[in-house]
C-alpha cells in the first residue's frame, strides 16, 4: 500500500475555474469604470451649475445694486431699455441706468452722459456682458422721449474708444437670432413703472387726470406723487463645466426697484 508524500504541491485551478474567475473579474472592473463614470459626470454637471449659478448671483447683485441707488426725477427715470430689431424681432438687451460716480451734476435735470452705466452683451465676444462708462463725456444726455437720439447714444458709447469696459461675467450664452445674423448674448430687461409712461405723458399733454393715475399703493396727494420703476432681468447663462464641449443654459431672474416723488 502506497504511503502518500507530505508536502506534495496542491492541485491547480482548472480551465473552467479560471475563465470563471477571470469573468468575474471583468464584471467587477466593469462595475467600477461606470461607477467612476457617472461620479466624474456628476462632479462636471454639479461644478458647472455651482459656475454658473456664482455667475449670475454677482451678476445680478451688481445690476440690482445700482438700479436701486439710481438717480431719477421727472424728465429722466432713471433707466431705459434699448432694443435691437432682427428679422422682425426685438431684443431689449441693452440697459441704461443713471447712477453718477458721486452727486449728480442736475439731479432736477437731465443726467450727463459721464453719469450713465451702460449694461449690454460684448459684440466682439457674446458670451461676455458689459459695463460700460464713459468718464471723459460731460455733454447732456437727450430728453428721455427722444428715442433717436439716444439710440445714437448708445451706439456711441458702445463703440467709444474712451469708454472704460468692465467685464462682469464670461459665461453669457449665446445664440443666433436668425440664418445669417450675428451671434447674441443671451440676456433682456424689462422696465415696468407706476403711473405708466403712456398715463405720464397723457397726464402731461392734459388728457389724463391727476387722480386717474395708477399710483402705486395711493402713494400721492395733491400736489405731489411717487412715482416706482421696476427693472426686470433674465441672464441665461452657460452651466458647462469648462472642460467638456457640451454643457446646460440655466435661466436666471433677477430685478431692481426704487422710488421718486413727482409734481403735480
Not at 36 to 61: D, I, M, P
Not at 85 to 99: C, H, M, Q, R
Not at 148 to 164: C, E, M, R
Not at 255 to 264: A, H, L
Request: proline share 6%; aromatic share 6%.
Amino acid at each position: 500500500m502506497p504511503i502518500p508524500r507530505k508536502g506534495s504541491p496542491r492541485r491547480g485551478l482548472s480551465l473552467p475555474e479560471l475563465l470563471a474567475s477571470m469573468t468575474i473579474l471583468i464584471l467587477i472592473a466593469g462595475s467600477l469604470g461606470s461607477v467612476a463614470t457617472a461620479v466624474r459626470s456628476s462632479n462636471s454637471y454639479c461644478s458647472g451649475q455651482t459656475q454658473a449659478a456664482q455667475h449670475a448671483r454677482v451678476t445680478l447683485s451688481r445690476i440690482e445694486r445700482n438700479l436701486s441707488t439710481c438717480t431719477a426725477n421727472e424728465q429722466f427715470p432713471g433707466c431705459r431699455v434699448f432694443a435691437t430689431t432682427v428679422s422682425g424681432s426685438a431684443f431689449p438687451d441693452t440697459l441704461v441706468v443713471w447712477k453718477p460716480l458721486a452727486t449728480a451734476m442736475a439731479p432736477t435735470g437731465l443726467p450727463r452722459v459721464n453719469e450713465l452705466l451702460l449694461y449690454t452683451y460684448n459684440p466682439s465676444a457674446p458670451n461676455e456682458l458689459l459695463e460700460i462708462r464713459d468718464t471723459t463725456n460731460t455733454a447732456t444726455a437727450p430728453a428721455a422721449t427722444s428715442t433717436t437720439a439716444w439710440n445714437t447714444l448708445v451706439t456711441q458709447l458702445k463703440t467709444s474708444n474712451t469708454a472704460t469696459r468692465t467685464v462682469i461675467t464670461t459665461r453669457l450664452h449665446t445664440a443666433l437670432p436668425a440664418v445669417g445674423q450675428s451671434t447674441r448674448g443671451a440676456l433682456r430687461f424689462l422696465i415696468l413703472a407706476g403711473p405708466p409712461d403712456a398715463q405720464w405723458t397723457a397726464y402731461r399733454a392734459g388728457t389724463t387726470a391727476w387722480d386717474d393715475l395708477e399710483w402705486p399703493l395711493d402713494r400721492y396727494g395733491s400736489t405731489t406723487g411717487t412715482r416706482a420703476i421696476a427693472c426686470q432681468i433674465e441672464l441665461q447663462v452657460d452651466a458647462s463645466d469648462g472642460v467638456t464641449t457640451s454643457g446646460h443654459v440655466l435661466p436666471f431672474f433677477g430685478s431692481g426697484s426704487y422710488s421718486f416723488q413727482v409734481s403735480r
